[in-house]
């Protein structure tokens, strides 16, 4: 729920018993998080604003875009408001692993997109689902996010150039559809 990648194995309890223990059997309290993201880094902290809400990117009830900005070319996450900020630094969200693994996760996405397009094109329209369903199995989901994001905000000129040409915005106009 926090980093993107795959390795979900733990449960944590987005606000810690110590902040709201009312919530310590509440569902939506409970993120399925990797290990590293809740016994490493999150652990105990848990920033608070001044006005005593979370700086925290809560997940599973707003929409991390809102205040995360993830650079394509880089795998790495910039900041758009102080509680994106807070989310990078408490969970580590540019450290390196998972940098690599985004940059990864991008050509890869374009390749299999550019298979979809090729099974589309060429009728066959059952290996083109397929390939769909697969992708949306495979981890790091944000970047998929992110380039559909691209597509939906930049200008044609630009997303062509951040995506990788005409023939890649139309595969990512058809995720964005999905």
């Known amino acids: ?4 990648d795959s390795a979900g194995t733990d449960i944590d309890h987005f606000a810690p018993l110590f902040f709201a223990p009312q919530r310590a059997f509440a569902w939506p309290n409970h993120l399925l998080a990797c290990s590293y993201c809740n016994s490493h880094a999150k652990r105990e902290q848990f920033p608070i604003g001044d006005d005593g809400s979370p700086l925290l ?3 599973s009830t707003e929409n991390p875009s809102d205040h995360l900005f993830l650079v394509l070319s880089t795998g790495s996450y ?3 408001t ?3 900020k807070e989310t990078i630094k408490v969970f580590g969200l540019n450290r390196g692993a998972l940098e690599q693994g ?3 996760a991008f050509s890869i996405t374009k390749y299999v997109l ?3 397009l090729r099974y589309h094109d060429n009728g066959m329209g059952k290996q083109a689902r397929e390939v769909l369903n697969d992708l949306e199995q495979q981890p790091f989901a944000d970047v998929r996010e992110a380039m559909q994001w691209t597509w939906r905000n930049a200008a044609a000129e630009d997303a062509e150039l951040l995506l990788g040409g ?3 915005l139309r595969a990512i106009a058809v995720l964005a559809t999905r």
């Not at 729920?1 to 993107?4: S, V």
């Open 102 to 104: 985004r940059r990864n």
């Open 1 to 4: 729920m926090y980093c993107g």
């Open 114 to 116: 550019e298979a979809y």
């Open 57 to 59: 990117v809560d997940p």
């Open 82 to 84: 102080p509680r994106g």
């Open 78 to 80: 910039q900041a758009l």
């Open 166 to 168: 005409r023939e890649m």
